[in-house]
């Protein structure tokens, strides 16, 4: 895997522009007992069920509102614009115009969940407060944000942006897709879910799988753990269209790196018997319904400390008609 690696623009840049069409081919099949219709291992709930089972039960079956954090929303926000910016015609994806893309983005996102403005309050990065113990907040009603104190928190989004511009020239790619969503059922295995942020195809046919992230790379010794997301996409879209994407390629604005990785047949078959050994893990946990807490440094970002039993809290029974949860968007 290299790291810091400048895109060599020429010999990536894709000719091919397609739409971004939802690829769905789950069928409704009865899911296993103890979880509910419709649920679909995703990069982000397979990474939950391995850092504690019951936040992932918190998330994946009860779903839970959470308290949206500062970093998270202005990481979608950074997202949206990227996605925005190749609607833009190649010669008018400026920096400036990436920048004016911003505030409608941010409209958009909170027309949609309002509770987001609790990101943009001050002192909103966590769920907890100084002494540890989790801040109560009502999700129906989201705090009143001042245009001075939104502009501000818009502003910070402005370095992500400058990073990616010198990483990436966007007026020498035509992604093929932008937030793919894709969703594929492995033959006698777990159904898998995911949206890849961009999906390059170079004029020899070639797949490039890319993910923004707009925290910081990893610390040497954790890259492998970074590409888990990234395996999980590649190993979908092989199901999916028969061909292996040629490169996964993560770009950290948060410290202007990037880390990518040729997979091969043997490592994603590896990975795919990974993958079925979790699912089985948690089809087994959802049968007999003991969803354990597993206290990490994980928990300072949870927001379910008043239903863990290891932060004082009490479990809640399961919903009683897991049929009647809404199908989670990714
Ligand atoms: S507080 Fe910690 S142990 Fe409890 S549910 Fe959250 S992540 Fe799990």
Known sequence: MAKNETLAKDATRSDVVESSPDVTVLPSAEPPPGLPRGIALSPSRASDFLSCPLLFRYRAIDRFPEKPSSAAARGSLVHSVLEDLFDLPAPARTLDAATELLMPAWERMVDRQPSLTFAVAAGSDRAVDAEGDQAQVDLDRPPNVSAKELARWIRGA???????????????????????????????????????????IAPNGLKRVVDYKTGRSPGEGFEQRAMFQMRFYALMLWRLHGSIPKRLQLIY?????????????????????????????????????????????????????????????????????????????A
């Not at 410290?255 to 078959?269: F, K, N």
């Not at 969803?291 to 300072?300: E, I």
Request: proline share 11%; with cysteine; aromatic share 6%.
């Open 253 to 329: 604005l948060g410290d202007s790196q990037i880390l990518h990785y040729d997979p091969s047949e043997q490592e994603l078959l590896a990975f795919e018997r990974t993958l079925r050994a979790l699912w089985d893990a948690i089809t087994k946990v959802a049968e007999s319904g003991d969803w354990q807490p597993r206290p990490s440094r994980m928990c300072g970002w949870c927001d379910h400390h008043d239903r863990c039993p290891t932060k004082g809290g009490t479990i809640p029974n399961l919903p009683t008609d897991l049929n009647l949860i809404p199908k989670p968007v």
């Open 158 to 200: 402005e370095p992500l942006l400058r990073t990616y511009f010198n990483l990436e020239d966007p007026q020498h790619l035509e992604p093929a897709s932008r937030e793919l969503r894709i969703e594929v059922e492995l033959a006698d295995g777990p159904p898998l879910r995911g949206i890849v942020d961009r999906v390059d």
